[in-house]
């Protein structure tokens, strides 16, 4: 495998909310290549576009109707073929995402199962029952149930998030082959890369009605298959030395390594969430919690130095689609919004890992602040409101549990300018944009030597020119003090020292002495006391 991925950044586009080119308020695959010079500025090496296939979008493009054609509402083919070459012209090289875990319940496939063609019916996984008994009562992602029920069969399915979302049965050899078809064919137009969503859930434990309870993605996570799956992929469809990163639900570090080191054949790197978990209570996402940044602590440590024993490699990141924004929950949206965020865009991005950028983290985007439930567009979040609901919750209560925890916080549009509709549209945006817009945008960023903008294009510079950020050792250092994590990382005589103050208090720490050279920080001045949010790199003398 190719290393060049250690010292490269990957920018994450979500295309419906990153630029709209012809008006219809939705961001599209020309709104990409209209600002390709805006992400070649910021020095990324990669961008990872989420799912623009043709889908019924119940899940906004996870759902996947037919793999090899573009949706019309994101452009057309030749759309995509001029962004590949144009990426590839300024050296970014593109990664598609592959959801392969299930498709779309409207895809040919399902269609064909639905209507009792038995080849097809083994594409899914469909269990005897009566229509009152499903096989478990496994609770699917986004709030129901994991089976559903087809009467003209009188067979149930198996779906680990949305009904219309029905997972496909990887035992079955053909399966493999069609999906191994679909990478071919995009490595076949020029696409550098692959982002395999939730790849680690497509093998499923040999017993489908055991246990009776608990979460679907518990029971399917790391399954008995999954490894040799993933490396059968990887080798017949000839992408080992490309760039791949597999998202990884509820995983263990243990397989992780497996699934990164390069002697299993397998990916590049892993995405895991563990160290976005420190914030629910009791593990439930829905239920609020301020950090726990021991915990955090923790996570990076094990993770880290247990990755770092290995040749195993992780995806480092704080923000996805998925995700609330990082400022407004690890930092500060108010006084200390630039201070926090570029301090947590440090910590991220000098450690060992190749990190990620989703958009508009560059610029210190916040959540949505939606009030109304009808703000909202995405379906976990519309289920989960209701739960939360006939949980006994007062609707503010639930409002405001959705205004930290929604995916729907991550999908506002893309803030370009202080102008109308920030600049994302010329029509009306599909999804609300957050206020501050007229503050918080690219083009204000873009003249201020001091933004959070220019500090990023800073962080994924040093990557490139100081090796010890991509290729050392790592390891956490004791700071006497919860709020301030540090770690160093060493490469021969290279030696950098990164401190974090989490928090929007003075800070002292005890047991590193600094000497050297402040390679990147947010404050000027002494560092004997971390000030609120304050982040510091050191080359260590
Ligand atoms: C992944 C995607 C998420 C999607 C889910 C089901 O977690 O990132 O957006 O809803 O998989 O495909
Ligand atoms: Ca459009």
Redesign the pocket.
């Known amino acids: 495998m190719l290393d060049k991925y250690k010292s490269s950044t990957v920018y994450q586009i979500y295309i419906k909310s990153f630029c709209d080119s012809n008006g219809d308020g939705i961001g599209d695959l020309n709104g990409i290549r209209s600002k390709l010079p805006y992400i070649k500025s910021l020095g990324v090496d990669y961008i990872w576009i ?1 799912p623009f296939f043709c889908s019924p979008m119940v ?2 493009g ?2 996947v109707s037919d793999y090899r054609n573009v949706n019309p509402m994101f452009g057309t083919m030749e759309d995509c073929e001029a962004l590949i070459r144009e990426a590839d012209a300024l050296g970014i090289g593109l990664m598609f995402d592959m ?1 392969f ?2 498709t779309s319940s409207k895809h040919e496939w399902f269609r064909k199962a639905l209507a009792g063609d038995p080849e097809y019916m083994d594409y899914y996984i469909f269990r005897d029952g009566d229509k009152d008994t499903p096989p478990t009562e496994w609770a699917a ?2 709030g129901t149930g994991a089976w559903d029920y087809v009467p003209s069969l009188g067979k149930w399915y198996l779906h ?3 009904p219309e ?1 029905p997972d496909l049965n990887w035992e079955n050899p053909k399966v493999r082959e069609e999906l191994k078809e679909v990478i071919r064919f995009w490595k076949g137009k020029g696409v550098k890369g692959f982002r395999f ?2 790849l680690n859930l497509i093998s499923k434990p040999e017993s489908l009605s055991e246990p009776k309870t608990g979460s679907a993605v518990r029971f399917c996570k790391d399954g008995r298959h999954v490894h040799e799956f993933i490396r059968e992929m990887v080798t017949d469809t000839g992408i080992e030395d490309m760039i791949t990163v597999g ?1 990884m ?1 509820s995983t263990t570090l243990e397989n992780c390594i497996r699934y990164s080191s390069p002697a299993s054949h397998e990916l590049s790197m892993c995405f895991n969430f563990h160290h976005l978990k420190v914030d629910y209570k009791d593990g439930d996402k829905f239920s609020l919690m301020p950090p726990d940044l021991k915990m955090l602590r923790d996570y990076f440590k094990e993770w880290q130095e247990g990755m770092a024993k290995t040749d195993g490699w992780s995806a480092v990141f704080w923000c ?3 995700q609330p924004r990082i400022v407004s929950r690890f930092g500060d949206e108010g006084q200390y919004w630039k201070e926090s965020a570029k301090m947590l865009g440090t910590f991220v991005h000098f450690l060992r890992g190749t990190p990620y950028i989703y958009q508009g983290e560059e610029l210190g985007m916040t959540n949505a602040h939606y009030t109304s439930i009808d703000q909202y567009d995405d379906v ?1 979040a519309i289920n989960y409101y209701n739960i939360l609901l006939k949980r006994g919750q007062s609707q503010a209560e639930a409002l405001n549990v959705l205004a930290q925890r929604a ?1 729907d916080n991550s999908r506002t549009p893309m803030q370009w300018t202080a102008g109308e509709n920030a600049g994302f549209t010329t029509g009306k945006a599909w999804l609300g944009i957050p206020e501050n817009y007229t503050s918080i945008n690219a083009e204000s960023e873009e003249s201020d030597s001091e933004s959070i903008l220019n500090y990023y294009r800073q962080l994924v510079k040093l990557r490139k020119e100081y090796p010890v950020i991509s290729e050392g050792s790592i390891e956490f250092l004791e700071t006497g003090n919860v709020y301030v994590m540090a770690y160093e990382r060493r490469l021969g005589s290279e030696h950098l020292v990164v401190i974090c103050n989490f928090s929007g208090q003075d800070q002292t720490f005890t047991g590193i002495a600094l000497h050297g050279e402040v390679l990147i920080g947010n404050y000027s001045g002494s560092h004997k006391m971390m000030k609120p949010y304050e982040a510091i790199v050191m080359l260590v003398k």
Request: charged content about 30%.
């Open positions: 989420t899940d906004n996870y759902d959801v875990n299930h992602s986004f680990l998030f949305a979302q969503d939730v998202e639900a996805n689609h998925d976990e995916r």
